[in-house]
């Protein structure tokens, strides 16, 4: 059965069983203490260098080797010193480390760069830090290593100003090729896009302005010759015009005149005043024909004008529409021609500032050759240690009796653990799948016995 402990369980596992906590623990605290005692003593030995590059005056000339920043320049030191080079220099020198030497060169090198440490000591300066069994040993390796760093330093030095100086002519070289290319890359863009360039813009609105004004102008006269044609009261194909009616209306009069006619006498006055109605109306109907033909003359005309006017109108619109798409264009153009215009000057800038760096550079190199590399000099050498710096014999005791009280402890909840004895009602109940029949509680006293009553067995 899986049993669950609480806390008060578990502390009171501990206390029944402290005599496995206390053995277990003292034989690891007797063990880690011999072992502590056995570890051998490790020294260290600093020393301190503090770079003072070579830098012209600054009303003379900008440095053309820039100054690196703490990190960048604490990884470059310790490149150099964990350079393969200059540590077998130094183990061959103080034949360090025999029995890897005896192996080989690389096993021996990598044992040094495991005892070697470089830190950044403000911003000038830098210590190389040596661990060994032996404090006059630490002290003679991080010393020389030191020297063997000066050294090389200053070799490497020698040549760096010139090699900046022809960097730099190649590197203009490169720019103005691509100073080149980037303005040819310009003059073909805009001619590419010679209808969309950004100068052109406001004249395209100007030009569309003048446009709409002919378009106003365009639709103001076909509103005018509505206009007149609205006046003219006539339409095209209309029936109920006024020569229509007065058409009707004399076939009307004569009908009736030819009616009466058949009917009176010719001095009859009905036919008389038949007659001179017919007459007038037929004098109505010619000058409605004259009236007519000269507004159907006023409507071609307008309606000639009308048309010509939406076919202006048309072409306008037209025009309007190719330089509304013309003027659109030119946003993305000009965002096509900002950009490689940015491109172009900003080649322009790094090409200034190359020929700068060039004409520096030469400067520099004349300034360097006259005045010499970069001056190293050692603020304080390495000493031997009258103490071990490791290991912390105290501490390490203190850590193995944390540890061995940790291991007593967990020795005894595996005990615990793997313990089957049934202490409480409910564990036999489970373990056993039986009914309890009575408890017998612990004696609170001598004599002091307490029954409890018996249980029927209930039915499974």
Same mark, same amino acid.
């Given at each position: 059965?899986?049993?669950?402990?609480?806390?008060?369980?578990?502390? #009171?596992?501990?206390?029944?069983?402290?005599?496995?906590?206390?053995?277990?623990?003292?034989?690891?605290?007797?063990?880690a203490?011999?072992? +502590?005692?056995?570890?051998?003593?490790?020294?260290?030995?600093?020393?301190?260098?503090?770079?003072?590059?070579?830098?012209?005056?600054?009303?003379?000339?900008?440095p053309? &080797?820039?100054?690196?920043?703490?990190?960048?320049?604490? %990884?470059?030191?310790? =490149?150099?010193?964990?350079?393969r080079?200059?540590?077998?220099t130094?183990l061959? =020198?103080?034949?360090?480390?025999?029995?890897?030497?005896?192996?080989?060169?690389?096993?021996?090198?990598?044992?040094?760069?495991?005892?070697?440490?470089?830190?950044?000591?403000?911003?000038?300066?830098?210590?190389?830090?040596?661990?060994?069994?032996?404090?006059?040993?630490? #002290?003679?390796?991080?010393?020389?290593?030191?020297?063997?760093?000066?050294?090389?330093?200053?070799?490497?030095?020698?040549?760096?100003?010139?090699?900046?100086?022809? /960097?730099? @002519?190649?590197?203009?070289?490169?720019?103005?090729?691509? *100073?080149?290319?980037?303005? @040819?890359?310009?003059?073909?863009?805009?001619?590419?896009?010679?209808?969309? *360039?950004?100068?052109?813009?406001?004249?395209?609105?100007?030009?569309?302005?003048?446009?709409?004004?002919? /378009?106003?102008?365009?639709?103001?006269?076909?509103?005018?010759?509505?206009?007149r044609?609205?006046?003219?009261?006539?339409?095209?194909?209309? %029936?109920?015009?006024?020569?229509?009616?007065?058409?009707?209306?004399?076939?009307?009069?004569?009908?009736?005149?030819?009616?009466?006619?058949?009917?009176?006498?010719?001095?009859?006055?009905?036919?008389?005043?038949?007659?001179?109605?017919?007459?007038?109306?037929?004098?109505?109907?010619?000058?409605?024909?004259?009236?007519?033909?000269?507004?159907?003359?006023?409507?071609?005309?307008?309606?000639?004008?009308?048309? !010509?006017?939406?076919?202006?109108?048309?072409?306008?619109?037209?025009s309007?529409?190719e330089?509304? %798409?013309? /003027?659109?264009?030119?946003?993305?153009?000009?965002?096509?021609?900002?950009?490689?215009l940015?491109?172009?000057?900003?080649?322009?800038?790094?090409? @200034?500032?190359?020929?700068? %760096?060039?004409?520096?550079?030469?400067?520099?190199?004349?300034?360097?050759?006259?005045?010499?590399?970069?001056?190293? !000099?050692?603020?304080?050498? #390495?000493?031997?240690?009258?103490?071990?710096?490791?290991?912390?014999r105290?501490?390490?005791?203190?850590?193995?009796? +944390?540890?061995?009280?940790?291991?007593?402890?967990?020795?005894?909840?595996?005990?615990?653990?793997?313990?089957?004895?049934?202490?409480?009602?409910?564990?036999?109940?489970?373990?056993?799948? *039986?009914?309890?029949?009575?408890?017998?509680?612990?004696?609170?006293?001598?004599?002091? &016995?307490?029954?409890?009553?018996?249980?029927?067995?209930?039915?499974?």
């Open positions: 059965m899986d049993r669950t402990y609480t806390i008060d369980e578990l502390w #009171a596992a501990v206390r029944r069983r402290w005599k496995t906590v206390v053995l277990v623990a003292g034989a690891v605290v007797v063990l203490a011999l072992v +502590i005692a056995r570890m051998p003593n490790e020294y260290r030995a600093r020393a301190l260098v503090m770079v003072e590059p070579f830098t012209p005056h600054p009303d003379l000339v900008v053309v &080797v820039s100054t690196l920043d703490l990190e960048q320049k604490v %990884k470059s030191v310790r =490149e150099g010193v964990y350079a080079s200059l540590m077998a130094a061959e =020198e103080l034949k360090l480390y025999p029995k890897e030497r005896e192996k080989s060169i690389d096993e021996a090198v990598s044992a040094l760069r495991a005892d070697t440490e470089v830190h950044a000591e403000g911003d000038n300066a830098f210590s190389i830090t040596v661990r060994s069994r032996d404090a006059q040993q630490a #002290a003679r390796t991080a010393n020389r290593l030191a020297e063997l760093y000066i050294e090389g330093n200053l070799q490497v030095r020698s040549g760096q100003v010139t090699r900046t100086r022809d /960097i730099i @002519g190649q590197k203009l070289a490169e720019m103005r090729g691509e *100073l080149t290319r980037a303005e @040819g890359k310009v003059n073909a863009y805009k001619q590419a896009h010679a209808d969309t *360039l950004p100068e052109l813009t406001e004249a395209r609105y100007h030009q569309r302005d003048e446009i709409s004004k002919q /378009i106003d102008l365009e639709s103001t006269f076909i509103q005018e010759a509505q206009r044609i609205d006046l003219l009261g006539t339409q095209p194909f209309g %029936k109920e015009t006024e020569v229509g009616r007065l058409e009707e209306l004399y076939d009307g009069m004569r009908a009736r005149l030819a009616a009466a006619q058949a009917t009176l006498t010719p001095d009859h006055p009905d036919v008389e005043s038949i007659k001179r109605e017919t007459e007038a109306t037929y004098g109505r109907l010619q000058n409605a024909r004259s009236r007519a033909a000269a507004n159907d003359l006023e409507l071609r005309r307008m309606n000639e004008a009308i048309k !010509r006017g939406r076919t202006r109108i048309a072409e306008l619109q037209k309007q529409a330089i509304d %798409k013309l /003027i659109a264009a030119a946003p993305m153009t000009a965002a096509g021609l900002t950009e490689m940015r491109d172009v000057d900003m080649l322009k800038t790094k090409v @200034g500032q190359l020929l700068s %760096k060039k004409a520096e550079a030469e400067i520099t190199a004349d300034l360097e050759a006259k005045s010499g590399p970069s001056e190293f !000099r050692v603020l304080e050498s #390495a000493q031997p240690a009258y103490a071990p710096a490791s290991p912390n105290s501490q390490a005791l203190l850590l193995a009796l +944390i540890g061995a009280l940790v291991l007593g402890i967990a020795v005894a909840m595996g005990q615990e653990l793997s313990d089957r004895s049934l202490r409480s009602e409910s564990e036999v109940g489970g373990a056993l799948a *039986l009914p309890v029949l009575a408890c017998v509680p612990q004696l609170g006293g001598v004599g002091a &016995v307490a029954l409890l009553p018996m249980h029927e067995p209930s039915e499974a």
